[in-house]
């Protein structure tokens, strides 16, 4: 898949309605287990792994972007003749 495809994919899900409050809702219940004073430390910690893991995707997310950008940029550069980038009066 190119990079392109990759970042539409990924603007699609960030942009989705309800991936995105499921990814919230999971988050929240995760936060819910740190606070209550009942949990057990096995379950602090799986609560961990996961909000890691969601905080993995989002920054993967954001690194398909990036490299979306930059990859534009650099077409960009390619694409643009020297002459063309110079002001002339």
């Known amino acids: 898949m190119s990079i ?7 603007r699609r899900l ?10 919230q809702e999971i988050r929240e219940e ?5 606070l209550s004073t009942a949990t057990f430390p096995e379950d602090r910690e799986s609560a ?3 909000i890691v893991a969601l905080n993995k995707i989002e920054d993967k997310f954001q690194g398909i972007l990036a490299a979306e950008a930059i990859h534009d940029k650099r077409e960009e550069k ?3 003749a020297p002459w063309t980038r110079l002001k002339l009066k």
């Open 48 to 50: 961990h792994d996961i």
């Open 30 to 34: 995760q936060v819910n287990v740190f």
């Open 4 to 10: 392109k495809d990759k970042a539409a994919a990924v």
């Open 14 to 23: 960030i942009n989705d309605e309800i991936v995105q409050e499921v990814l």
């Open 78 to 80: 390619r694409t643009s």
